[in-house]
């Protein structure tokens, strides 16, 4: 159930000592982008040494799920408008115990165990498992951007050699539907987790446990933001490969009423799923079985997403891959270049091609910033261009604002300067649910030396650092310590890059771009 791209190694790859190294790093625990001088790493550190001493059962002085805000929740606004996601920054405390568990080697040989089974159906191949990069300084998000490209584009491309059609569906909201006890159900089968659903030693009990603990009791919806969270989702999924294989293979014997299904082959990454068929009426037999093993689940398909192609190669590549190789134009003006981007954003909105254009768009002015060329005349349009880019398209946000900070910087009246920035605020300030604006915006303030009051709390932690971010009222005064008074902001960070008028390539944290904001 899948061919990894040239030699990378995937987080099944590895040892359960190499696996929990891997998701204690702390572009492990915040997968999201977030200005470089917020760091986890210490946190962790020091939280884990705690816990590697003793289980976190002795640090608890009450049950967590009767404390509200154990996660440090963000959200951020998908459109402008109303349409909004949640991501969390889990409590380290039971993010480390988490971890803990699931790397004892048991119960890591267990998981292992199981996803050998979901990959044995070749004609089903998943190249969404988290991977690990070959470099410490690599980004964890470059291997999977080189993943979807080769594995997943390339691919159906291949595909239209042997195949007529392809069905593209997706699932509604995933992360927020997943069932708590299906994490079981994938590790130890449904029957056999049901038989032992209080068992101490089913790990996948304690997944379950953990997971309830960081959100009230509550067993629907897994917190999106962490690679962690991105392994167990792929857990379930891949237990519904495997039950979608039972069902394929099920069909058409002597006796049945459901009609057979040929030749096939999927195609999935996370929860998007390219079915392949030579015919069309057996494909959606595929989809028809796919969407009844995902209700099994507590999971649906997203009706308005899911479409039949006979041109596969065409369909291989997303729409707004298309739109943009079809209506690209080289533009020696900058105004120009983000004139066609807003276009490519108003047809296309989040998409990864404006991702990756606008990074690019970001190393070009960094260059022409480096060899001193002339100031741009025309920078009132210029900012409201990228201002209505990011106001549109929360996952350029962190490009956006960098773009930003390099127009405004261009401004040399200091209140002039301010104004503007004034109007950006204000912006953004008419969109709801806009945690993720706040952080970015409170970068840029205080990059332009406007120090600027913010309710969301980790903006306050920035300055203030007894902000307290998770509730540790549930912990023993030990471990509560720790947590509350670990730093996790760099001073140093934070006043050198204040020092620069606009940021480097490396200054911005996961700055690869991320499916996070889809």
């Not at 909201?173 to 029957?191: G, M, P, Q």
């Not at 459901?258 to 079915?275: C, T």
């Not at 105004?335 to 807003?342: A, C, D, E």
Request: charged fraction near 25%; aromatic fraction near 10%; charge should be positive.
């Amino acid at each position: 159930m899948g061919v990894k791209a040239h030699n990378e190694k995937t987080l099944i790859d590895l040892s359960a000592a190499e696996a929990k190294g891997f998701l204690l790093k702390e572009k492990s625990y915040v997968s999201f982008d977030l200005p470089d001088y917020f760091t986890f790493q210490n946190l962790l550190d020091k939280v884990g040494e705690a816990l590697n001493a003793k289980p976190l059962s002795h640090y608890r002085t009450s049950n967590p799920r009767a404390c509200d805000g154990i996660n440090y929740k963000l959200l951020y606004n998908k459109d402008g408008n109303y349409a909004w996601r949640s991501l969390q920054v889990i409590h380290p405390a039971i993010y480390i115990s988490l971890v803990n568990q699931i790397a004892e080697e048991k119960n890591w040989r267990t998981i292992l165990d199981r996803f050998g089974h979901f990959r044995e159906n070749e004609k089903i191949e998943c190249h969404s498992i988290p991977v690990v990069p070959d470099s410490a300084n690599k980004s964890d998000k470059i291997p999977q951007i080189f993943t979807w490209w080769q594995k997943i584009e390339q691919r159906s491309v291949a595909f239209a050699l042997d195949y007529r059609y392809m069905i593209q569906t997706d699932i509604s909201n995933c992360y927020d539907s997943i069932y708590t006890h299906s994490i079981a159900w994938a590790i130890h089968t449904r029957e056999k987790a049901k038989e032992n659903r209080r068992s101490d030693e089913s790990i996948g009990n304690t997944i379950d446990t953990h997971l309830q603990d960081m959100n009230s009791g509550q067993t629907n919806g897994i917190p999106q933001g962490s690679v962690l969270m991105d392994f167990l989702a792929e857990m379930v999924l891949g237990y519904v490969d495997s039950l979608l294989t039972e069902k394929i293979g099920s069909t058409g014997k002597t006796g049945q009423s459901k009609p057979s299904v040929g030749d096939y082959r999927i195609l999935r990454y996370r929860d998007d799923y390219r079915i392949f068929s030579n015919n069309l009426f057996e494909a959606g037999q595929v989809a028809k079985y796919l969407s009844e093993t995902l209700a099994e689940m507590g999971l649906k398909l997203n009706a308005e997403k899911t479409k039949a192609s006979d041109d596969v190669i065409k369909n291989s590549l997303k729409p707004d891959k298309r739109y943009w190789i079809a209506h690209k134009q080289i533009a020696g003006k900058k105004w120009k270049w983000l004139m066609q981007l807003h276009l490519l954003s108003a047809q296309f909105p989040n998409s990864g091609t404006l991702d990756n254009q606008m990074r690019k768009f970001l190393q070009v002015i960094q260059k022409q910033r480096e060899q001193q060329k002339k100031k741009d005349s025309n920078i009132d349009t210029l900012i409201s261009l990228v201002v209505e880019i990011g106001y549109r398209n929360p996952r350029v946000l962190p490009q956006s604002a960098a773009i930003l900070l390099f127009f405004l910087d261009q401004i040399k009246d200091k209140k002039k300067k301010e104004s503007t920035f004034d109007k950006v605020r204000l912006k953004f300030e008419q969109m709801p649910n806009s945690s993720i604006n706040e952080i970015w915006l409170h970068w840029v303030s205080s990059k332009i030396g406007k120090e600027t009051c913010y309710e969301e709390k980790i903006c306050q932690k920035v300055t203030k650092s007894d902000t307290a971010i998770w509730n540790t009222a549930w912990l023993t005064d030990g471990l509560k310590q720790i947590i509350d008074s670990t730093p996790i902001i760099d001073d140093k960070k934070r006043k050198d890059s204040l020092k620069r008028p606009t940021p480097t390539e490396g200054e911005m944290k996961n700055m690869g771009g991320s499916s996070t904001y889809n």
